[in-house]
């Protein structure tokens, strides 16, 4: 199975960038489709944007298109989420997950699809 670890997280002010980055071990990330959940305090975790295994489909949550963008690089077997124009509803700790099904165009949108989770790095944006 395949180990996710996540790093990048901080405080920013409102406006600013943050990068996310999501390292994996253990297989190699080009099996696996992956996504960016996050978890607001008091909330349920939501949907933030995923990616194809190739690299090639994205999709992100209409909160944050325009503002996030999904990138992977499967040489460095790492995900990424570029965050800008950061907003305080954007607080939260942001998971990277993994998952295995559909096909190589799959863009998984439910957290129940990502069978692998990492421990979550948390973002506060301060306003």
Not at 56 to 85: P, W
Not at 95 to 121: H, I, K, L, M, V
């Amino acid at each position: 199975q395949v180990q996710l670890v996540e790093s990048g997280g901080g405080l920013v002010q409102a406006g600013g960038s943050l990068r996310l980055s999501c390292a994996a071990s253990g297989r190699t990330l080009s099996r696996y489709a992956m996504g960016w959940f996050r978890q607001a305090p008091g909330k349920d975790r939501e949907f933030v944007a995923a990616i194809s295994r190739s690299g090639i489909t994205t999709n992100c949550a209409d909160s944050v298109k325009g503002r996030f963008t999904i990138s992977r690089d499967n040489t460095k077997n790492t995900l990424y989420l570029q965050m800008n124009s950061l907003k305080p509803e954007d607080t939260a700790v942001y998971y990277c997950a993994a998952s295995t099904g559909g096909n190589a165009a799959s863009t998984p949108y439910y957290s129940d699809e990502y069978a692998y989770w990492g421990q979550g790095t948390r973002v506060t944006v301060s306003s």
